[in-house]
Structure formats: structure tokens, C-alpha cells
């Protein structure tokens, strides 16, 4: 379906008139009424897409295939070597258990509109949850396994589910993780209730019901009447999902139903040069933007099997699971996070256990979340002799923004490089003044405006701070919040954040969070919380704190209590494991604190002290400091 044009033309093309090309897209998908609106422009001011086209997502991700010589296909395969379970369902078999989801959903009162929070760990039922809410037009919103019940309780309020989706436990390596426990201190802290939870038991643990709310899944689902798709506005929201801004309230990133589907197939053929009926697996997590888009919505909708992986990428039982899997279901494209490497080959420095596996069904690996550093990159090139592919994406985007787009023109790969921009994307880098820059000069990384289906329309409830987060900086263009540059050739390189984002185990994270957390101890005056470089996650987060005067709290009793601290209030997926006592913070003569200087100095990296420092004497009182507590590039326990 795709032109057989170069890259330059169709990435021209999609800029020149983006409406001709969306509306050329919009033929990948089964709609219901076929949009004659494409680009449009809502009332405030803020782009549509596909306004007036009808479909319903679980539809053309499911139902289509059943109908369409896809049903005795595998969907959905789960392996999970933390439970020692397999197992596959065919498209009817997914069409089956979804509908019957979304009837024991519709029982309990959820309609098109209504909200739905899923909590759940990396089973089948998160899967059918997901799309039930999408077979009857309501909204879910995943919140990752991993997020103490502070946070849980941060989306509960903002989302104001009708219904709450758990699971008794999840399974960390060989640790079982009840969830029950976390879910209810999260309702005890959060002000909206839902009406209704319902916890589907794992044979790991059993949850206790106790309330007049809680529900049995397989007990609500026995008794569920299957239910049929509903007929949705292109516009109408599909999910609501959260993501680390630089304040402790994360952003509610909404996706729509129709750019959604549509970027979803083309990113199939473009991007990942996948054909319908291959093997897709993405190894990340439900609760991630690369789950929703690559576990679910885009590899079904493309009509692949798409295969859930509950496990890590070692130790569930070794570091060849990876290897495993791709040879097992012939996986005909990977996708998963640089960091996963880095712990294989931590594990297994020459790739050894590959070669107990046959990989020839393997034709692409796909990197994202972080940079892929060379080394790491340099490995899997030798290890799988396929095109290893780094590109670009956020949450709010939903795919791929620059990429090596394999489905349209396989390109050399620069080391350290994303590639090119994805067709849709007018990218720019920009100065502080809004200028554009040339070739090779650092600065922000930006998006011209319209931005292309499946990116973000708003924030959910909060047009306003999407207005103010994204658009307001520069006119015109979308903030991406990275910085980086383009190079002669026109690859793009992204260098990292230039907010106060960080990305640790390629789960992203405000350090702005944690220091309102750390900042909360009863013996801290001040603090700051940098992201420094770290071998095994690419980044972790280090806290320097100033103790009130009079503190004669013990510096290690004190660290141990922030570790505790951030655990329970944001997770154990923080990371957070160094927390050292200074005397002051470098700060500018107008009270800024010097974030990027202290995370400089704790990587090691040469230092240009700012001329607006207060006091330069401060800077090596911390690098004494860092220094004596061995903070620096290393490998995490
Ligand atoms: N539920 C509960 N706890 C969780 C969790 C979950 N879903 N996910 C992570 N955690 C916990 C871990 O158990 C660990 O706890 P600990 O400090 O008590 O040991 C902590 O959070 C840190 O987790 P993580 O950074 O993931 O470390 P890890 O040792 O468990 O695994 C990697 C390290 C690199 C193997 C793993 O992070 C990984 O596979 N990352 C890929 C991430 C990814 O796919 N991202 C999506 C973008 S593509
Ligand atoms: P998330 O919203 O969790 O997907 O995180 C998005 C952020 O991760 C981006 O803004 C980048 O900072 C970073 N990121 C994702 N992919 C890459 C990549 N391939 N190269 C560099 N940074 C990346």
C-alpha cells in the first residue's frame, strides 16, 4: 500500500499537504463512515483529526480479522516464565473473551464515555480489558504495576473511574506482588471512589473482597452477556494515559480513536516494515505508551499476533528468555528498551546463549524509551545480524517521531543517531529566541505544528496546561521537551531532556516528583534531584539535601528514610537508592538551584562553572562530597 517513492519524497509530501496524505492513510483502516473531514481545527484552536469519520477501535483491532479470514490465527500469545504459563488465542478466541469483558463491563454501568482504570499486571485480562472499554467507547486508563498507591491515587482523581480492573498479585522475578494491599490505600487516599472493583485472582494470591465494591472477575464474568462494538466519533476519547511531567501532578495524555488507528497501521508498514499475519513482539509494559501502541492496538489492528511477555529480560530463568521467545513464536519483529540489553549482556558479555536459539525468523530489532548508546547498539548489531533500529518517540506522540523508517527506505545507521523524522513529523530545532538552527547546532527539539494523527490533541480535563506545556514556548511548534541536533545528512540525534524528565530503566520519571517528596522530611530544608548516568538503567536519580538547621539526624539513617520515602510514594521503579547530605546547593545569584551543573559534576563530565553562580566554592564542596560517596558511573547492584 505504501508508494514506492524514497523517503524524501514521501516525508515531503506528508509536510507538503498533510491532509492529502492523512486522508490517503485513512484507507488502512475499517471505519464506519469514512471521514471527509481530515484536518480539521476544534474550538480551541487545537487540531483534529478525522473529525467526522465513525469507528470503533476493538473493532478494527479484533472483530475486522474475525470477519476478514483472520479468525483461527493466533492474536495474542502469553509467555510467562515468572508463572510457567502459555498461552495463545486465536482472533475468535480474542473476539470472545473481549466481548464478554465488555458485557460484564456494560453490566456494572460502563457506557460509551464512562472511565475505567486498569491496574494490573502483564496478563491477558489487562489485554481484553483494554479493548472491552474500546468495544463500548469508554476510556481506559492503565496505570503501571509498579506505582506506589500515592500514585495510583494521583490518577484515581483525575481520571474518576466508574470502575476500577485489578489483580490479586503481580510476579517480580520470583517475588509475588499482592496488589489488593496497594489498591485499597490508594482508594484510602484518594478522594473520587469507584463504584465498582473488580480483581481477577491469580493462583499466586488471593485477594481478599471486602467491601460492598469488590468484585469477583471470574464470578461477574460467568454470568457477562457478550457485547458489540459501539459506534465512535474519530475524535472520541480511546484512553487516558499519565506521564512524568517536571511537577509532581503527571499529565494526563489523551489519544482519540480515529489519528490512533490510523498511525497505528501505517507505523506497521512504514516504520516497521511488518507485514499482516507476522509475528510482533514488543517487551515492554501495559502501562508504558510503547505497550499500548505495540502490544496491543497497532499489531492487532495490523492484523499480526502480537506476543505479552510477563518476565524480565534475565533471571526469568536466564538472559537467554529473549532468544528464547523469538525462536519459540518466530518473532518476525522486536521491540523493546536499550536498557533490557544492558542487562542481558551485563549476564551474557557474549551474547553465548544466542546461539542456542535459532533467530532466523527475525528480520528487525526496534530500540526506544532511551538513547541506544553505542556499545550497546555496537553488541546487538554482532550478536543478531539484523538492522538494529533506535528511534525517537514519546508518550504523548504514541509512535515513533524519528525513526529508520524500514518500510519505506532502510537507511545507514549512524551510532547514536534516531534516523530521520517519520513522515508527519516537521521537525526543528530551535534556539532559545525561537530561531531555527542549522546543521549540528544543539538546541530544542520541536515539532511544527499541525503534528500528525495519534499525538496527543490535549490534556485530559486540562486544555489549558496542554496549551501551556507544550505550545506556549514557542509559537507555532510543539515542545518536545528533548534536546538535540541535526546533522549534514539530516540525522537526527537527541541528546537528552531538557526539563526536568528523566528516564531510568526506560521508565520515565520527574525528578521535579521526587525532590516534593524528598523535600516533605521533617529534616530537610532543601533539595535537589538530578538524574546522573548509570551503566545498567541509563539513568538514576541522586538527591543532595541541605538539613534544616539544628538536623543532627544521621546522614545514612536519613538516606535510608528518603529510599523509603520514595518507594512508597512513587515506586520502587525510582530507583532511587543515593540520597548524600551537603552543606549548600549551587545556585544562580537569582536562587536557581544548577541542576545540570551538579548532574555534570556527578558524571564525571568537565565542568563550566556558570558565571550567574552565587558562590563558586560551593561547586567543590559537592564534588568532595559526591566523590566521597563513589557517586558516578557504575553498574547498579
Ligand atoms: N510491579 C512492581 N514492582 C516493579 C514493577 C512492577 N510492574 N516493575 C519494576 N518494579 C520494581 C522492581 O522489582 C525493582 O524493585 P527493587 O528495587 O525492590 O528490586 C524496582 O522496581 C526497579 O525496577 P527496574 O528498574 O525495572 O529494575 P529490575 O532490576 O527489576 O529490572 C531491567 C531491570 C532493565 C531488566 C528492566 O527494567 C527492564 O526490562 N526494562 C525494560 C523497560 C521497558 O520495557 N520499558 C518500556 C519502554 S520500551
Ligand atoms: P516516554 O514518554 O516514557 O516514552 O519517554 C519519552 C522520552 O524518552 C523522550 O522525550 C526522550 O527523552 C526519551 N526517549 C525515548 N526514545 C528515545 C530515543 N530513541 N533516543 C533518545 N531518547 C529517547
Known amino acids: 500500500m505504501l508508494p514506492t517513492d524514497s523517503y524524501s519524497q514521501q516525508h515531503q509530501r506528508s509536510l507538503a499537504d498533510p491532509a492529502e496524505f492523512w486522508r490517503m492513510q485513512a484507507a488502512r483502516i475499517p471505519w464506519y463512515r469514512i471521514p471527509d473531514q481530515i484536518l480539521t481545527t476544534d474550538a480551541d484552536g487545537l487540531t483534529r483529526w478525522y473529525a467526522d469519520g465513525e469507528l470503533n477501535t476493538c473493532y478494527a483491532a479484533v472483530d475486522y480479522h474475525v470477519a476478514h479470514g483472520r479468525a483461527s490465527q493466533p492474536a495474542l500469545i502469553y509467555d510467562s516464565p515468572v ?11 480474542l473476539r470472545d473473551e473481549v466481548a464478554k469483558l465488555a458485557g460484564l463491563l456494560r453490566g456494572l454501568g460502563v457506557e460509551k464515555g464512562t472511565t475505567v482504570v486498569i491496574y494490573m499486571p502483564m496478563v491477558p485480562e489487562a489485554v481484553f480489558a483494554m479493548l472491552a472499554c474500546a468495544r463500548l467507547g469508554a476510556i481506559h486508563s492503565v496505570v503501571f504495576g509498579g506505582f506506589a498507591p500515592p500514585e495510583l491515587a494521583v490518577r484515581i482523581d483525575d481520571v474518576r473511574p466508574h470502575v476500577l480492573l485489578s489483580a490479586s498479585c503481580g510476579i517480580e522475578f520470583a517475588t509475588v506482588v499482592p496488589y489488593k494491599p496497594l489498591l485499597d490505600a490508594a482508594l484510602a487516599l484518594a478522594t473520587h471512589q469507584p463504584a465498582h472493583c473488580v480483581v481477577l485472582q491469580r493462583p499466586q494470591c488471593h485477594a481478599e473482597l471486602h467491601t460492598h465494591r469488590d468484585h469477583d472477575w471470574a464470578t461477574l464474568l460467568a454470568n457477562a452477556q457478550p457485547a458489540e462494538p459501539v459506534l465512535l466519533m474519530a475524535t472520541d476519547p480511546l484512553y487516558i494515559l499519565y506521564t512524568s511531567g517536571t511537577t509532581g501532578k503527571p499529565k494526563g495524555i489523551v ?72 525462536d519459540q513464536y518466530k518473532v518476525n519483529v522486536f521491540f523493546t528498551a536499550p536498557t533490557a540489553f544492558r542487562a542481558i549482556r551485563k549476564e551474557d558479555s557474549e551474547a553465548s546463549l544466542r ?3 535459532d533467530l532466523s ?37 504514541g509512535w515513533a517521531m ?39 547546532q544543539e ?22 496546561r496542554f496549551k ?4 506556549s514556548r514557542f509559537p507555532g511548534y510543539y515542545l518536545t521537551g528533548d534536546g538535540g541536533y541535526v546533522d549534514d545528512d539530516g540525522y537526527v540525534f537527541i541528546m537528552g531532556r531538557v526539563d526536568d524528565v528523566i528516564n531510568v530503566a526506560g521508565h520515565r520519571l520527574s525528578t521535579g516528583e521526587m525532590e516534593e517528596v524528598v523535600g516533605s522530611h521533617p529534616a530537610v530544608a532543601e533539595c535537589a534531584v538530578v538524574g546522573i548516568a548509570c551503566n545498567l538503567r541509563g539513568q538514576r536519580p541522586v538527591g543532595l539535601v541541605v538539613l534544616k538547621d539544628g538536623q543532627t539526624i544521621d546522614p545514612t539513617q536519613l538516606e535510608r528514610e528518603l529510599i523509603t520515602r520514595i518507594r512508597e510514594h512513587i515506586g520502587a521503579v525510582a530507583s532511587f537508592r543515593n540520597a548524600v547530605v551537603v552543606k549548600r546547593l549551587p545556585k544562580t545569584r537569582s536562587g536557581k538551584i544548577l541542576r545540570k551543573t551538579i548532574r555534570q559534576l556527578a558524571d564525571g563530565e568537565s565542568v563550566v562553572i556558570p558565571p550567574t553562580i552565587d558562590d563558586p566554592a560551593i561547586m567543590d564542596e559537592i564534588s568532595t562530597v559526591l566523590a566521597s560517596h563513589q557517586i558516578g558511573i557504575r553498574f547498579d547492584s
Open 468 to 471: 501551556e506545556s507544550y505550545l
Open 355 to 357: 546461539h542456542q536459539y
Open 443 to 464: 538546541g530544542y527539539v520541536c515539532l511544527k505544528l499541525p503534528l500528525p494523527p495519534s499525538c496527543l490533541p490535549t490534556l485530559w480535563n486540562d486544555t489549558p
Open 361 to 397: 525468523s527475525l528480520r528487525a530489532l526496534f530500540v526506544a524509551g532511551e538513547r541506544c548508546d553505542p556499545p550497546t547498539l555496537n553488541w546487538l548489531q554482532e550478536a543478531l545480524n539484523v538492522p538494529v533500529v533506535d528511534h525517537w518517540w514519546q508518550t504523548e506522540s
Open 83 to 93: 508463572t510457567g504459563q502459555v498461552r495463545t488465542y486465536t482472533y475468535l478466541e
Open 255 to 326: 489519544r482519540d480513536n480515529g489519528g490512533h488507528a490510523v498511525a497505528m497501521a501505517y507505523s506497521m508498514e512504514a516504520v516497521y516494515s511488518v507485514k499482516p499475519g507476522d509475528v510482533f513482539w514488543a517487551a515492554s509494559d501495559l502501562g508504558w505508551a510503547v505497550g499500548h501502541s505495540y502490544i496491543v492496538y497497532a499489531p492487532l489492528i495490523h492484523g499480526c499476533t502480537t506476543v505479552l511477555f510477563e518476565g524480565k529480560p534475565v533471571r526469568t530463568p536466564d538472559a537467554g528468555t529473549f532468544w528464547r521467545i523469538i
Open 402 to 440: 524519528v525513526a529508520n523508517q524500514l518500510g519505506i527506505e532502510p537507511m545507514p545507521v549512524k551510532a547514536g543517531s534516531a534516523t530521520k523524522p517519520v513522515c508527519g513529523y516537521d521537525l526543528q530545532i530551535l534556539d532559545d529566541d525561537g530561531r531555527q538552527l542549522g546543521p549540528n
